[in-house]
Nanobody, 115 residues
């Protein structure tokens, strides 16, 4: 069973930075695309950024130029560097990983941006 463990969330002032990490374990196969979603109170979960196994990235328009997704395949870890944070970035951030035809999710980490 693949497990994803996130870390790095917290409280930060507007304009600040945070770096989220998500380490995957337990997979017998190579990890496919990985990335991040977020869910704010009262809103649907939305895609933040995704990265393929060979490093191709894509992200939501709302975070382009501020957030950077990266991964370390040797460590089975995906990262989300978040700069110039805004109060509207406040949400629970979930990482995911695709293995074969299955999607696995982390438990979520809270990011709160104060104005």
């Amino acid at each position: 069973q693949v497990q994803l463990v996130e870390s790095g969330g917290g409280l930060v002032q507007a304009g600040g930075s945070l770096r989220l990490s998500c380490a995957a374990s337990g997979s017998r196969f190579s990890l496919g695309p990985m990335g991040w979603y977020r869910q704010a109170p009262g809103k649907q979960r939305e895609l933040v950024a995704t990265i393929t196994s060979n490093g191709r990235t894509n992200g939501a328009d709302s975070v382009k130029g501020r957030f950077t997704v990266s991964r370390d395949n040797a460590k089975n870890t995906v990262y989300l560097q978040m700069n110039s944070l805004k109060p509207e970035d406040t949400a629970v951030y979930y990482c995911y990983a695709i293995v074969g035809f299955a999607a696995y999710w982390g438990q979520g980490t809270q990011v709160t941006v104060s104005s």
